[in-house]
Each structure stands twice: as structure tokens, then as C-alpha cells.
């Protein structure tokens, strides 16, 4: 399992979502992880039953999160350093969404591993990380 990446927070008024998710951690991108296979309890509701079933992915999709970038399936920790190493600092540099994602898949496939494949990505590719001045 991958180690995760400490993340600063601000606060932000009530109700405000940030503009892009990143969960480097396995599966994190998947939609309706295990639907296939999960009982179905007659007693609930289906809106109930759709709302338990929702992977990290889904759930902030469908609470309004402009950007989401995930894995599909469990991703080695060198994967996963390697990957956040690029595409963090191309995002603070001002790169598009797309363009990082892209640089970051590409450095974990010069690691000769199947990784590259398992970074997905929901969103605006030409999304830019907007960086307030420091003052």
C-alpha cells in the first residue's frame, strides 16, 4: 500500500470544494467498487443502498468536486512516490491538469511498471492550479 502525502488545508467558507482531489492510495479512483458482488438488503431504500456503495471517487463526484485524480487498482509504493514527485511540482509550476498527469504516468512507466496505466483522472485536463500570492 502506498504512503500518503501529508496535506495542508485551509479554510474555506461553508459550502466552497476545492478544485481538484488527489488520493494516491489503492483503488481510490474506482467507481462502485465490489457492486457486482454486494448483498442487497430488501430493507433499505435504493437511494440508501446507492449512497453506502460509493467509492472515494464517486463520492466526491457527486458532492460537486471539479477534479479527481485516483488509482484503479493497488499501486506500488515506488509508483507511488515516483508519481506524486512529478506530478506535484508540475501542478505548483503552473502545468495544466492533463499535461501532469501525463508527466507522471510517464515517469512511473520508466520504472518498468504496469502503474503508469493505473493513475484515472475525472475532470477539466486544462484545469491550472491557481496559487494565491503570498503577502
Partial sequence: MARTTPVRCTARPRGALPSLAFFNACEAGRLRRGAKTAKIDPSMTTVDRV???????????RGGIANYVGTYWPVGDAAALTFAETFYPQLLAGK????????????????????????????????????????
Fill in 51 to 61: 449512497q453506502r456503495g460509493a467509492s472515494f471517487a464517486e463520492a466526491f463526484l
Fill in 96 to 135: 495544466p491538469l492533463g499535461g501532469a498527469l501525463i508527466s507522471g504516468r510517464n515517469k512511473v512507466r520508466e520504472l518498468g511498471s504496469a502503474d503508469w496505466a493505473d493513475y484515472i483522472f475525472y475532470g477539466d485536463p486544462a484545469f491550472v492550479l491557481k496559487i494565491p500570492a503570498r503577502g
